[in-house]
């Protein structure tokens, strides 16, 4: 009973709370001047608001079929989130390429700024080129936490499986 509970409820859960922790622990490790500069930067950032506004909620969405697709059922597990989740990995591949987009325009808008101009000051030069940085990084962080519970259900079910099938014989429930 106590290896039934672990394997269907317990296993599953811990497997997934580091797809949750990811996010913040990542951020963690990002200097307190980077992460000030990306939230000053990010109002007025538009495509940057479109690659988060996207990529959080299928980070989100993954959390949750990751934890089902881990669901250990009879002699096998979920395999419903298992469409799901493949278009959800699927879909982070996006967001780098909406990232590049946002370097390569504001690259563009600054450098048609600057040339136009003589003696531009510095902190100008900055305020133009700062979103091709802002969506860059909110590329290749959605790209990172979309990419990872794809990663974490193939890992998790190979361990849940090895604990399942003692011997090569299988456990109900």
Same mark, same amino acid.
């Given at each position: 009973m106590l290896r039934r509970l672990i394997i269907r409820w317990l296993?599953?859960?811990?497997?997934?709370m580091p797809i949750l922790l990811?996010?913040?622990l990542v951020v963690s490790f990002i200097p307190e001047r980077?992460?000030?500069?990306?939230?000053?930067?990010?109002?007025?950032?538009?495509?940057?608001?479109?690659?988060?506004?996207?990529?959080?909620?299928i980070y989100l969405t993954q959390i949750v079929l990751a934890w089902r697709a881990l669901e250990w059922q009879g002699q096998d597990f979920n395999?419903?989130?298992d469409a799901w989740l493949l278009r959800c990995y699927q879909t982070a591949e996006w967001f780098p390429l909406l990232g590049l987009l946002g370097t390569v325009t504001a690259i *563009?808008?600054?450098?048609?700024? %600057?040339?136009?101009?003589? @003696?531009?000051?510095? +902190?100008?030069i900055i305020r133009l080129y700062a979103p091709a940085l802002t969506t860059t990084g909110s590329g290749l962080a959605m790209t990172f936490l979309n *990419?990872?519970?794809?990663?974490? %259900?193939?890992?998790?079910? @190979?361990?849940?499986? +090895?604990?399942?099938?003692e011997g090569g014989r299988s456990h109900e429930d």
């Open positions: 296993l599953p859960l811990v497997l997934v990811l996010g913040p980077a992460i000030a500069v990306y939230v000053d930067n990010l109002p007025v950032s538009r495509l940057d608001w479109l690659i988060l506004s996207v990529g959080v909620p395999h419903r989130p *563009l808008q600054t450098f048609s700024t %600057v040339g136009a101009q003589e @003696n531009v000051p510095t +902190r100008e *990419l990872v519970p794809n990663w974490v %259900v193939a890992m998790g079910r @190979n361990l849940i499986q +090895r604990l399942a099938l």
